[in-house]
């Protein structure tokens, strides 16, 4: 029988990774392409690859929470489109499963007061973490862009 996953593990796994990704990709912009040791390119072909680790996590998670929430795994090929990703993946975090045995099986297990928390605490950091990665990300960028394609 195919596993569900509650909203407090689904909330908790989710904003670990943002952040392990955030950290990876910061320290991949400053310590890495600003001093020189990799290029453009490279920077870009690690950001991709750390994405694809995320999204091969992020993929079985989602297709397990969805069906905590009685529906279809097929329904998470949703998730391609990116504009109705940022409006459902909030649902899925925050939203109930039935706490009763449903197509897909037994109820997942309850989150605890120390998890929710816990959780909650670590979508907290994420959301600023990823938001500097980002920033970070993109202004590395720049700089590479036209630092190296500028005339000596």
């Not at 980002?134 to 720049?142: D, K, N, P, V």
Request: proline share 5%; charged share 10%; glycine share 6%.
């Amino acid at each position: 029988m195919k596993q569900r996953t509650g909203a407090g593990t689904y909330l908790l796994t989710m904003s670990v990774s943002v952040i392990v990704w955030s950290a990876s990709t910061i320290l991949l912009c400053k310590k890495l392409a600003m001093t020189g040791v990799i290029d453009l390119v490279t920077l870009n072909w690690c950001i991709t690859a750390m994405g694809m680790a995320f999204a091969a996590l992020f993929y079985p998670m989602s297709a397990s929470r969805v069906r905590d929430l009685n529906f279809p795994s097929w329904s998470i090929k949703i998730f391609s489109f990116p504009l109705i990703t940022l409006i459902i993946l909030p649902l899925l975090c925050f939203l109930s499963g039935p706490r009763w045995e449903n197509d897909y099986g037994e109820q997942a297990p309850k989150s605890g007061t120390g998890k929710t928390l816990l959780a909650l605490s670590a979508f907290g950091v994420a959301v600023p973490s990823l938001y500097y990665a980002l920033i970070i990300y993109y202004g590395t960028r720049y700089l590479l862009a036209h630092t190296f394609s500028s005339p000596i």
